[in-house]
């Protein structure tokens, strides 16, 4: 196993210094946890977001932290959930007085630890919402999962409930606003490689040489299809045709698209990716209001991408485009 | 050869065309050319900056083009210096009737070519400057560089002579600004496993799964070293110590950090990184203005990082921190 790193042990414990030291005057580690928060959290008067999971997928999740996103980011050991009373503390850290929307991505171990910590914060005054991002079209269930997975879709929900947030909504209007993101926003992803989680020192599957996998998840997953080696423009379509068999987009709709890299694959194949990605949306006339290329979600090194699409309607258009100022994500 | 492409010889052209479908507003192709400039380009009144190179760099040098810091950026093929006819084509469409800087990293054919281009665009009349960037300490001469090589540094010098020029400085002062930023960064890189160019299919060199190269260049170049697999923090010593040699950095200098991913080395490590760079630091009592963790310049898919470090003074603090507005570095 080939590795920047000093130890197993302590890989998350120093990626998070490593990302305090870097940014100190945004982000900001409450002591002896694994929650980075905004430096100036709480935030009074408006309702505090927290997401996380395990580690190994940064930029997410602290990368998303600071105005416009993310109050705090939990991050658990690599590709596994934070232990609920780190998340409690995340709660506690950020509650501004008008309570505290969790956004979870749908993995067994992420919803039972963060709706515990919810309890934990109801129990002791604080007003607590969460919304579960079930955006991977792969599989229904998988082993990590009971219903479908939560993967870079993820992103655009922390996105606009952030911008909702920053606007001085209510905690259910938040939550709203995060269900009808997570309603209109489906994902699919392919990879070329595995990734090698730390602990374990051995890559998570293997591919041959000319084979690639369909549909697998963010943790190394299984997918849908092992399959030969094919272009970028059939693997657009198959993503695509998967998304679309879901969502059933009709000409002239309005769309987000996010091209995400899972780790390895160079910038420039994510940009070839969407040449081909952008050829089909024109032949289905669909309106692409805004494109974002790049690691969001990432699976360590695994090679490959995902091809998420949002249906905006003019508030999450309006909040998709809202200002925002993270260490990962600006605008 | 595993990529999420279409065609080898297509890729450049692809990703050029990918890059503009993502963003539309921000970047425009000129057509039958690699170049990709400012929308709005020229800006009237303003010096226009142009960089580029080889692809395989990417975000660079196209991610940097907007508002702050390029007006355009020329891609070559793969890890291959575009042609004075290309970058002529860039110096006529940025040039904003204030003449038009070069930002050349230190490579025979990019200097070769971008030079012949200044002559041309002289001949027609444009007033056109250039700096080289020579950052890289690892070696003195290269298979590929008459003195010095310009790895990540050279997006520093793009970050703050493209702020110098927004403030509508003459060439001339944009001109020495960027100079200044070259004589004082400095960069060393090392790397983990190589990359594969796709015109040869095969990877630029070997290492062996216990083995890591220090000082390797942005296309795979040996370096000074090959050596046994190190911790993140000897190798954070390694490169801070060789930079050292040559800065010789006094205690409460002002510096800004870059901590720059080769391609495949996830954001974890590089945080990783950091937190071992950070200590490094603290320990000299320097003073870090700046830490800037990402990937910046890349080779393709290599794994490895470099470390660059700048030494600020009052001007390049003021134009590091100006306002940047591009696809791949906002501020």
Known sequence: MKKLINDVEQIVDEMLNGMTAAHPNELRRLEDTTVLVRKDAPVQGKVGIV????????????????PGMLDAAVAGEVFTSPTPDQVFEAIKAVDGGKGV????????GDVMNFEMAGEMAEAEGINVKQVVVNDDVAVEDSSFTSGRRGIAGTVLVHKIAGAKAAEGAS???????????????????????????????????TLAENEMEIGTGIHGEPGVERTE??????????????IQEDMQLQKGEEIAVLINGLGSTPLMELYVMNHS???????????VEETIVGEWMTSL?????????????EERKKLLHAPADTVAFKR
Chains 1, 2 share one sequence.
């Open 51 to 66: 997401s996380g999971g395990g580690s190994g997928h940064e930029p997410a999740h602290a990368g998303f932290v600071g």
């Open 101 to 108: 929307l969790l956004i979870i991505k749908n993995y067994t």
């Open 171 to 205: 905690l259910e209007e938040v939550q709203q606003t995060a269900e009808g993101v997570i309603k209109n926003v489906k994902s699919m992803g392919m990879s070329l490689h595995p990734c090698t989680v730390p602990a374990s020192g051995k890559p998570g599957f």
């Open 229 to 242: 080696l094919k272009p970028a423009k059939e693997v657009a379509q198959i993503l695509f045709d998967k």
């Open 277 to 287: 990605v952008a050829k089909i949306l024109q032949q289905h006339e669909l309106q």
């Open 301 to 313: 090194e695994m090679a490959g991408a995902s091809l998420t699409i949002l249906k905006l309607d």
